[in-house]
Each structure stands twice: as C-alpha cells, then as structure tokens.
C-alpha cells in the first residue's frame, strides 16, 4: 500500500461539499520515518490528514499550505505542509513520547496537543502568503480543524479525524473527512446534513469498511442528491534534496560557515521531514561559502 487516496463530491445544488480521504498510508510512512509512538502516530496522523484535505482545496500547482498546532503539551510543535493534490510531510516535535489512554480508554490526542494555537498559512506563490490561526479548542485536532474554518475563514465547516494503531504503533487506519457549506445552503440542506453526521460516530472505523470512501459519502450526503467530481492518490512526499541542503547552509551565513570550515569536520544535516540525511565536507562548504558572500 504506497498511496493514500482523497474522493471530493458535492451536494447537485452546489450548497455542500465533502473531501474524504484514507491516509492509512500517509500515516504510516509518517511513522516509519519518525518512529512516533501510538499516541503521535496519532496526533500526527490527524493533523497529517487535515493538512491534506486543506491542501486540495488551494488552487494551483506550486501552492502550499502550512498546518501548525502550537500546544503547551508534550507533543510538543507539529507541522504539516502539503500541495494543491494533498500531498503532504510533517512532523512532531516529540515523536517518541507517550501517555496513558485518556478517560474513554482512546488515544489521549487531545493531552498530548494541550493548549495554544492552530496557525495555517498559504503560500500562493505571489505576495505574503496568507495566515490565519485560532485557539486550540481541545487538541483533539478535528475541533480544532472545524473551529479554525468558522473564526479564520467564516465557511461553516465540520471535520471528522481518525487513526487507528496496532500494538507494535503500525498505523492500521487513518482518514477523515472535512464537509463544508457553500453561501446559500438551504435550512434543509443544513438540517439534513446536521443528521446525516450522526450516522458515522467514528470515523476510525468508518475507514476500516470496504470501499469507505462510498460509505462515508453515501451516509452524510444521505438524502440529497450529489455527484463525486473527483478521487485522486495522494502520498506522504518530501521534496527535499541536496540543492536544498545547500541553500540551508548558506542561509546560514558566511560567519558560521566560516567557523564550520576551520573545525574541518564534515557536517551532517538530516531532513526534518524525511529523515533524508547529507554530509559536506570541508571543501564543499568552502565552496557554499563563496556563493554565500555573493
Ligand atoms: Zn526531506
């Protein structure tokens, strides 16, 4: 299983729309890089699939958006960053920390996050990227999601997350789904929709059905009439590459790269993200230093 996959559909009157998606994968590759215990495959896991959904609702290709949860708990800073199509690399500050269940016996998500900020920036290419953020409501990351639309970007939204570990941290399931309503929604759109998100208590295990993206579509868009207007794969991706390691090094600046040089040690930088990790040796950072006094 290499990919992950995002189903958009939307409401015939054009008055709701829906973006579900199985991030097993996603989720997992996130663990294998990082090692995170069960409770950040968790928490990085939600917030993985909610940078991803957001991600496809940017509109052009070299668009990016930046997902980061700014708790005082011991998850300590996560962030995500994802594409136009959902791709998307993240991180948690603290993989390796774990806490007991919380009090319904769940993976206590919402303790390892604590208390703070929701900060998203989207980076459209030209200008300032725009940025919005909203407090934590509860950690939890799907209310957060939900509480963010509705104070930063005024679009009534509901966003539903899950992600389900075996005993050795294997993610075994992970999606959501993120349901918005567009200007105009009609009071029994609303109303039917209000029902409709009962109809899937857990979307954890919602995820683990044959063909979920089909059963969570059907039951929340139940009753009214919908088209699915796409489905597309979507993976955990880092771009990362040595030109980039390289530009690292010289935003540094010429003072440090300097005292680097006279240690004539290589240096060893590791990708946050991928754990993509580049060595320079001395000669090559006499070379970064030169570009960087250009
Ligand atoms: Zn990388």
New binding site residues.
């Given amino acids: 299983m290499n990919s992950s996959k995002i189903v958009r559909a939307i409401t015939k009157d054009g008055s709701a729309r829906l973006f579900f998606e199985d991030s097993t994968a996603i989720v997992q590759k996130a663990h294998e890089i990082h090692g995170t215990s069960k409770t950040i495959t968790a928490v990085l896991g939600r917030a993985l699939t909610a940078a991803s959904l957001m991600g496809c609702m940017l509109k052009d290709k070299g668009d990016t958006l930046t997902l980061q949860i700014r708790g005082d708990g011991p998850a300590g800073v996560i962030l995500c960053i994802s594409d136009y199509m959902g791709n998307v690399k993240g991180y948690a500050q603290h993989p390796e920390i774990e806490l007991p269940p919380n009090a319904q016996g769940k993976l206590n998500v919402g303790g390892a996050v604590g208390r703070g900020t929701l900060c998203v920036a989207k980076d459209m290419g030209e200008g300032e990227p725009y940025t919005g953020s909203c407090d934590l409501v509860s950690g939890e990351i799907a209310e957060d999601i939900t509480s963010y639309f509705a104070i930063s970007e005024q679009i009534p939204t509901v966003c539903a997350l899950g992600v389900r570990c075996d005993t050795d941290c294997n993610c075994t399931s992970a999606g959501g789904y993120i349901l918005q309503l567009m200007p105009g929604a009609s009071e029994e759109t609303v109303s039917a929709l209000e029902k409709n998100i009962t109809l899937i208590p857990s979307i954890s295990k919602a995820i683990t059905e044959p063909e979920a993206d089909i059963y969570v579509i059907d039951r929340i868009f139940s009753g009214l009439e919908y088209e699915i207007f796409d489905e597309f794969d979507t993976e955990y991706r880092?771009t990362?590459n040595r030109s980039a390691f390289e530009r690292a090094l010289i935003s540094v600046g010429s003072e440090e790269l300097s005292e680097m040089i006279s240690e004539g040690k290589e240096i060893e930088m590791t990708?946050q993200?991928?754990d993509?990790r580049q060595t320079f040796n001395t000669d090559e950072l006499k070379a970064l230093l030169r570009s960087a006094k250009n």
Wanted: charged share 0%; aromatic share 16%.
């Fill in positions: 880092c990362c990708c993200f991928c993509n």
